[in-house]
């Protein structure tokens, strides 16, 4: 028999669990992009990876602390959104995809190779870095919780800090979407020659949004590593993609969109996976192995993502004046 | 009794701690891992000592030293891995070599939990490639790597020019046409010339009905370049994990993938090398005549131009862009197959790995232009491949890439689009 309990207490857990927090992060940051800027930034992953990569290298080969390794992840991603920006803001949207895509999978094959394996660790990639946020830790020893949300200190501590950076940056992004420079970043969206018209830097305040979303993709790379290892093959185009379909499930051009459309992406993944497998295993579904159960929930995202864009392009949370994709 | 059992035990607890302590130079984490691969290192019969062994596979690597026999112990974690066991000519003695190409030998462990690896050796000196013969031998290779990737670029620049679509699901229209080989040559037993052709066939089809069932409709509803991009990315995905359900995670070879090369000179071809770039480019050549002189060929272009204008001089765009996406289709699935012999094997994600360096090529030609298509695929190629004599091979698609993001600050517009296209 199929034991529910545990599939609804899995899926549930997904709600609060760090991954969830991380995904929402990333995608809030391509909210910036895409959504208020009409910047195609397919380089999430990049910058994802350069705050994993950032905080373990400056924690493990440097010793740095842990604000200072944050820093070093912050500027890294900084430099790297500079990088992408220059040639490419003022190309048509589709350059800016290509470049970021492959700016991205530049940054995960250097990350990949054997040429730096002392520092990256290449393929293996990085364990062993979460001490010095560890120690932060002024929740007592012990396991608290109910249910299913039952976690040790560590996990307690990893999700208040984790959720406590989402809705902080939930609040910037809000405030600063109904200030001035919100105003112009969205009438770029919608049209950059009238902007330009008004003696507006428009390359400037694309840059800024670049690297404001290449940011908050950083820090959410950072919160990401610290439930599991940092490894080169999770940076792949695909995680781009998955956040992609959270951020045009919840809503492009809108804060609350990217954190409930990854709640309900996490616990739906969890909640599907956990069934078809629990299904295979109870002899329901004879013709799928437990590993093409596996790979079932990749072709659910691929055509959610299209269902989406195709019947809902402004999500579940959009309004469909706030045009969600430029022209 | 009692007494008995105890002293086997301590019997026991001796034996395995002198065990542990017992490694040599010429062992490594044989007492950590369960799974071993040996050898015995030796030439004419006497043993070779101190020569270097390292071993690479899944992540995991370890190398170790040859002790006075000559023999050679590597203890790694894991047997369903293939391992990668090199021997390091410059350890060896003068006037011995590994016979060329066997310094380095795939290790796959069966049912058991050791595996011996031994190498051939031979009398001789070592020769060493001229820094020009490695150029030239590279440049044939990216010569034939860039005309593979043309063929799918084409596709992908005529699919761009006439419905501004970037299709990125091309490379699961890449993957489709090996896989289609793949099954018909396997588990229909079909010839591979005849598996090719029917597979090519089967990829326009593809190309048609993506079209007519998606492409088409999408296009009446008026929905927008960018979120089509974003279906097509869906598309990429479901796609490329319906492959993956059906075939599994593996690695298969086509029939004839093992040909020996040839050597002409300094450059080293296999047959299937030579086939691969005389199809190349008899159908290069194919695509070039339908589109400078046949009325379709030159109605494509119009449109790929200005669809509005075209349409309103009398063009079915409708059907010419149908036409593209079956020639487009087709182009792809050819590409797959000539992509699975090159590198060399057939997988559920092979088109996606070359699915950047495709847009690489289209986007430095210029986007919509098949002939910049067909020279920037031709530059990555060769870029590509020559790339590898500085750099590791495991970063031989970052040149490609940072090349594009140069061209693209350079001359945005491609080495032969034109400026209107740049936003």
């Known amino acids: 028999m199929i034991d529910w309990g545990a599939i609804f207490s899995n899926a549930a857990v997904e709600l609060i669990s760090p991954t969830t927090a991380a995904y929402a992060l990333a995608a809030l940051g391509l909210a910036i992009h895409f959504g208020y800027t009409g910047l195609l930034n397919f380089g999430q992953a990049g910058f994802m990876a350069l705050g994993a990569y950032g905080f373990a290298i400056s924690t493990l080969s440097f010793g740095f602390p842990v604000w200072a390794s944050v820093l070093v992840g912050v500027g890294a991603s900084v430099v790297f959104a500079l990088i992408l920006g220059i040639p490419t803001l003022r190309l048509r949207a589709d350059y800016l995809a290509i470049v970021t895509i492959a700016a991205a999978e530049i940054v995960r094959l250097l990350f990949t190779t054997n040429t730096f394996d002392a520092l990256t660790g290449s393929a293996n990639g990085l364990s062993g870095y979460k001490g010095g946020f560890a120690d932060l830790n002024p929740i007592p020893e012990g396991t608290y919780g109910f249910g299913p949300f039952e976690y040790n200190a560590y996990d307690w501590w990893l999700r208040i800090v984790a959720w406590t950076i989402v809705v902080l940056a939930c609040l910037f992004t809000w405030q600063i979407m109904r200030s001035p420079w919100g105003r112009v970043v969205k009438a770029i969206r919608e049209d950059e020659d009238a902007v330009r018209a008004l003696g507006k830097n428009v390359y400037s305040y694309k840059m800024q949004s670049l690297i404001l979303g290449g940011v908050y993709g950083t820090i959410a790379g950072m919160i990401f590593i610290l439930p599991r290892a940092v490894v080169p093959s999770n940076y792949q185009t695909s995680l781009t993609f998955f956040v992609y379909a959270i951020l045009l499930l919840g809503g492009a051009a809108t804060i609350l969109g990217p954190v409930i459309g990854s709640m309900i992406f996490w616990v739906l993944l969890s909640f599907f996976s956990g069934f078809i497998a629990r299904a295979v295993e109870a002899g329901w579904l004879p013709f799928m192995s437990s590993v093409q159960a596996g790979q079932l929930r990749f072709i659910l995202v691929g055509v959610a993502i299209m269902l989406i864009v195709i019947y809902r392009p402004q999500g579940i949370f959009g309004n469909k004046k706030e045009l969600a994709f430029v022209k | ?423």
């Open chain 2, 1 to 423: 009794m009692l007494v008995l059992l105890f002293g086997l035990l301590l019997t026991a607890l001796t034996l395995s701690t002198f065990g542990a302590s017992a490694a040599h130079a010429d062992e490594i984490n044989t007492d950590q891992y369960d799974y071993v691969l040996s050898g015995n290192v030796q030439f004419g019969g006497e043993p070779i000592e101190d020569v270097l062994i390292s071993v690479e596979g899944g992540g995991y690597e370890a190398e170790v030293v040859t002790d006075a026999d000559g023999r050679w112990r590597i203890g790694v974690p894991d047997n369903e891995e293939t391992y990668t066991v090199i021997l390091d000519e410059d350890t060896l003695p003068d006037g011995v070599i590994v016979e060329e190409g066997n310094s380095e030998t795939e290790a796959e462990f069966g049912l058991t939990d050791s595996r011996s690896v031994n190498f051939f050796l031979g009398e001789g000196e070592r020769v060493t490639v001229s820094f020009f013969d490695q150029f030239l031998n590279r440049f044939v290779n990216g010569l034939n790597f860039g005309l593979l990737l043309a063929l799918a670029a084409i596709g992908l620049s005529l699919i761009f020019g006439t419905t501004g679509l970037s299709n990125f699901a091309h490379a699961e229209m890449i993957t489709f046409g090996a896989l289609a080989t793949f099954t018909l040559s396997v588990a229909f037993s079909l010839p591979i010339w005849l598996a090719i052709l029917i597979a090519i066939v089967l990829s326009g089809v593809l190309g048609f009905t993506l079209d007519a069932a998606i492409w088409k409709p999408l296009r009446k509803k008026g929905v927008g370049l960018i979120p089509l991009m974003i279906v097509s990315i869906g598309l990429s995905l479901a796609m490329r994990y319906t492959y993956q359900y059906f075939y599994g995670g593996s690695t298969s070879q086509l029939p004839g993938s093992g040909l020996a090369d040839i050597n002409f000179g300094p450059i080293a071809l296999s047959p299937i090398d030579m086939a691969s770039m005389g199809i190349s480019i008899v159908v290069l050549l194919a695509v070039s005549f339908f589109l400078l002189r046949t009325r379709i060929g030159k109605a494509t272009r119009a449109v790929s131009d200005n669809p509005s204008l075209a349409s309103a001089s009398g063009i079915d765009v409708d059907g010419v862009i149908r036409i593209v996406w079956i020639l487009g289709g087709s182009l792809a699935g050819l590409s797959g197959v000539l992509w699975a012999y090159f590198r060399p094997g057939v997988s559920w994600d092979m088109g996606f790995q070359i699915l950047l360096l495709v847009f690489a090529a289209v986007t430095l030609g210029g986007l919509g232009t098949a002939f910049g298509a067909l020279i920037g695929s031709i530059i990555v190629g060769l870029f590509v491949e020559l790339s590898t004599l500085w750099l590791p091979s495991d970063l031989k698609y970052v040149g490609a890439l940072v090349v594009l993001i140069l061209v693209l600050l350079l001359r945005p517009q491609g080495i032969m689009g034109r400026k209107e296209r740049i936003g």
